[in-house]
């Protein structure tokens, strides 16, 4: 069973950076997508951006483009979410997912198969 695992959050002020990791193990497949979602209180887990193992592609929500950056450290398997201009709607945990279908769609429309546990991000003054 693959095991995610999210770092990297915290409180950060509006304008500011952050960058969270995701580590994935236990999980054998020559290709995957990963995705980074966030939720906050009171709303459904929306997608944020993914990107995959095989060939690269990357795609965002429209709300981040231009701000987030996904990247990709295959040794080991660790997903980036640079996260930049942050402002307080940014605000949420954020959860990392993994596709075992690793063609990147629009939107990052993805079927998570394994979440990990979720970290906290804050934008606040």
């Known amino acids: 069973q693959a095991h995610l695992v999210e770092s990297g959050g915290g409180l950060v002020q509006p304008g500011g950076s952050l960058r969270v990791s995701c580590v994935l193990s236990?999980?054998?497949?020559?290709?995957?997508?990963i995705g980074w979602y966030r939720q906050a209180p009171g709303t459904e887990r929306e997608a944020v951006s993914c990107?995959?193992?095989?060939?690269?592609?990357?795609a965002y929500a429209d709300s981040v483009k231009g701000r987030f950056t996904i990247s990709m450290d295959n040794a080991p398997n660790t997903v980036y979410l640079q996260m930049n201009s942050l402002n307080p709607e940014d605000t949420g945990v954020y959860y990392c997912?993994?596709?075992?279908?690793?063609?990147?769609?629009?939107?990052?429309?993805?079927?998570?198969?394994?979440w990990g546990q979720g970290i906290q991000v804050t934008v606040s003054s």
């Open positions: 990107t995959n193992n095989d060939d690269g592609e990357t």
């Open positions: 236990n999980y054998i497949s020559e290709t995957w997508q």
């Open positions: 997912g993994l596709d075992t279908f690793a063609v990147v769609l629009p939107a990052c429309l993805m079927n998570v198969a394994y």
